[in-house]
């Protein structure tokens, strides 16, 4: 059996690995968020800077982000959305490669190991992503609620499954503050229209938590917002040439 790494020889070997920043953003996600930020703490890729953007809330979500210490960064901006949040975390961050983690999410333990280890065998490779598996929250009474799983495991184009090398993304553009519900929508929708060079892995990256406060659950905005991000895409796409006029209106 090898010998156990020594704790200073693993600490220098850890110094030569890319650093990946993860960006929380919480509003008002007090019951959810620790486990959260646990998910993140106990990757087993540990090169990682972990940055929480409190949107404003009004609950207790400050102070369990800052129950973690000095294992964080705790910043609060006023309230403005989710993608204002996204794009505040960026600016703070220092990574090579970026992640993102909904408050009320969870990531499996190995996601920052194989997501590094496809990008580590692909220098071309800008991003990956993985499948999800859906959950009902353990809080939720089944008999009193019409939550149901519809798909319990499907690929993710999300940013709960997302690792990007930072010179992509700051190519693509930041998350756009119009929208609420489908900022990440937008932001993938512009980086397939730049040609993203990206990858599915078979494995379950991300845990996303269904539970009666789930902001996607607000489906006639949700609607509303998804309707105008197609029009723009497809608007900007006949403006490059890439979509033919003939049969659309």
């Given at each position: 059996?090898?010998?156990?790494?020594?704790?200073?020889?693993?600490?220098?070997?850890?110094?030569?690995?890319?650093?990946?920043?993860?960006?929380?953003?919480?509003?008002?996600?007090?019951?959810y968020?620790?486990?959260?930020?646990?998910?993140?703490?106990?990757?087993?890729?540990?090169?990682?800077?972990?940055?929480?953007?409190?949107?404003?809330?009004?609950?207790?979500?400050?102070?369990?982000?800052?129950?973690?210490?000095?294992?964080?960064?705790?910043?609060k901006?006023?309230?403005?959305?989710?993608?204002?949040?996204?794009?505040?975390g960026?600016?703070?961050?220092?990574?090579?490669?970026?992640?993102?983690?909904?408050?009320d999410?969870?990531?499996?333990?190995?996601?920052?190991?194989?997501?590094?280890?496809?990008?580590?065998?692909?220098?071309?490779?800008?991003?990956?992503?993985?499948?999800?598996?859906?959950?009902?929250?353990?809080?939720?009474d089944?008999?009193?609620?019409?939550?149901?799983?519809?798909?319990k495991?499907?690929?993710?184009?999300?940013?709960?499954?997302?690792?990007?090398?930072?010179?992509?993304?700051?190519?693509?553009?930041?998350?756009?503050?119009?929208f609420?519900?489908?900022?990440?929508?937008?932001?993938?929708?512009?980086?397939?229209?730049?040609?993203?060079?990206?990858?599915?892995?078979?494995?379950?990256?991300?845990?996303?938590?269904?539970?009666?406060?789930?902001?996607?659950?607000?489906?006639?905005?949700?609607?509303?917002?998804?309707?105008?991000?197609?029009?723009?895409?497809?608007?900007?796409?006949?403006?490059?040439?890439?979509?033919?006029t003939?049969?659309?209106?």
């Open positions: 059996m090898p010998s156990k790494q020594p704790k200073d020889e693993k600490s220098r070997a850890d110094m030569t690995e890319p650093l990946i920043s993860v960006i929380i953003p919480v509003y008002n996600c007090e019951q968020l620790a486990a959260a930020v646990e998910s993140v703490l106990g990757q087993t890729y540990q090169t990682i800077e972990v940055i929480v953007i409190d949107d404003g809330s009004s609950d207790r979500s400050g102070a369990v982000a800052q129950s973690f210490g000095k294992a964080i960064v705790y910043h901006i006023d309230h403005s959305g989710g993608a204002t949040a996204l794009n505040h960026v600016d703070l961050s220092q990574g090579e490669y970026l992640a993102f983690l909904d408050a999410d969870l990531w499996v333990e190995d996601k920052l190991t194989w997501q590094m280890a496809a990008l580590s065998q692909d220098s071309e490779l800008e991003a990956v992503f993985g499948q999800v598996e859906q959950f009902i929250s353990p809080e939720i089944l008999n009193t609620t019409n939550l149901t799983i519809q798909t495991v499907s690929p993710a184009y999300h940013k709960d499954t997302l690792l990007i090398r930072r010179q992509s993304f700051e190519q693509i553009g930041r998350f756009n503050a119009q609420q519900l489908v900022d990440f929508i937008e932001w993938y929708l512009r980086a397939t229209e730049q040609g993203l060079n990206s990858l599915m892995l078979p494995q379950i990256l991300a845990k996303r938590r269904l539970h009666q406060t789930n902001t996607t659950l607000r489906l006639p905005q949700y609607r509303v917002e998804y309707a105008r991000v197609l029009k723009a895409s497809l608007d900007r796409r006949r403006k490059l040439g890439k979509v033919s003939d049969n659309n209106p």
